[in-house]
Nanobody, 125 residues
Framework: QVQLVEFGGGLVQAGGSLRLSCAAS????????MGWFRQDPGKQREFLAA????????YYADSVKGRFTISRDIPKNTAYLQMNSLKPEDTAVYYC??????????????????WGKGTLVTVSS
């Protein structure tokens, strides 16, 4: 089992920045690829970014490319999502996820091994 807990959500003005953290416990963190998703009430969950287990590969949705940066600190068992130039449409609950595979099919179908419970990000205009 892997437990994931997100931190860092909150209220920020448009144009501002936030850094989300995802603390992992349980099985070997470095064995899993990590990623971030978000979901606005009434909308479908959206893939944002993923990072490979060794940290060398990163992948982004077009909607956040150039504004968001995913990273991980393997010794600290933590993944991060740095969010810059935030917009009101970035308002959502942000979820951390872990998976054994980087298969696009699994990630785009939200078929992850483990999920965090989410943290709310609100961007005011």
């Amino acid at each position: 089992q892997v437990q994931l807990v997100e931190f860092g959500g909150g209220l920020v003005q448009a144009g501002g920045s936030l850094r989300l953290s995802c603390a992992a416990s349980g099985r070997t963190f470095s064995s899993y690829h990590m990623g971030w998703f978000r979901q606005d009430p009434g909308k479908q969950r959206e893939f944002l970014a993923a990072i490979s287990s060794n940290g060398y590969g990163t992948y982004y949705a077009d909607s956040v490319k150039g504004r968001f940066t995913i990273s991980r600190d393997i010794p600290k068992n933590t993944a991060y999502l740095q969010m810059n130039s935030l917009k009101p449409e970035d308002t959502a609950v942000y979820y951390c996820a872990a998976d054994r595979s980087l298969s696009p099919t699994r990630w785009l179908k939200f078929d992850m091994d483990y999920w965090g419970k989410g943290t709310l990000v609100t961007v005011s205009s």
